[in-house]
């Protein structure tokens, strides 16, 4: 079962420039994933098929793509993460819309608690690419040789 806790803003974006160079049939028929009009990522004017973005954006962020039938928790949540990622996701014709979610609050401090505590936080992880090997599309790994490419 995939957790998507990995796929990040970039990684979204990288699969929707693949789906762009590919086109639609192409991008669907080598993943696996069949059109889908349910819930549908919109950016920059495009329609793309959300399921199939965030499967080859699982891709890029973990180097294992991410089958159709690994999504238990159905379309709902594939259109929650997208937005919590800042892409736009319309709505299915004729359903009730997903609730927003309002951003998480940080927990409030108490006036007891000690400053110098939160100094001591390590510095928030930044959004690296993921090198990719252009023919087979694959993570490289340190070396920046693809494993299966040579």
């Known amino acids: ?11 979204i974006r990288q699969a929707i420039e693949e789906f762009d160079s590919r086109g639609r ?3 669907l028929g080598v993943y696996g994933f069949d059109p889908s ?14 399921l199939a973005i965030v499967g080859v954006a699982h891709r890029y962020a973990t180097g294992r793509l991410a089958a ?8 709902g949540a594939v259109a929650a993460l997208l937005r919590r990622r800042g892409f736009e ?5 004729g359903t009730t ?10 927990p409030r401090r108490s006036a007891a608690a000690p400053r110098a505590a939160a100094s001591r ?18 993570a490289l790994p340190a070396t920046g040789i693809c494993d299966q490419c040579g």
């Open 1 to 11: 079962m995939a957790t998507f806790s990995a796929v990040q803003a970039q990684h």
């Open 25 to 27: 049939e192409a991008f």
């Open 37 to 50: 009009d349910e819930y549908v990522l919109v950016q920059d004017g495009q329609r793309y098929d959300a």
């Open 68 to 75: 159709p039938a690994e999504f238990h928790d159905g379309m």
């Open 89 to 93: 996701v319309s709505e299915p014709v």
């Open 97 to 106: 819309p997903l609730p927003r979610q309002a951003p998480a609050r940080a």
């Open 121 to 138: 936080r390590a510095p928030a992880a930044t959004d690296r690419p993921v090198a990719m090997c252009p023919t087979c599309f694959v």
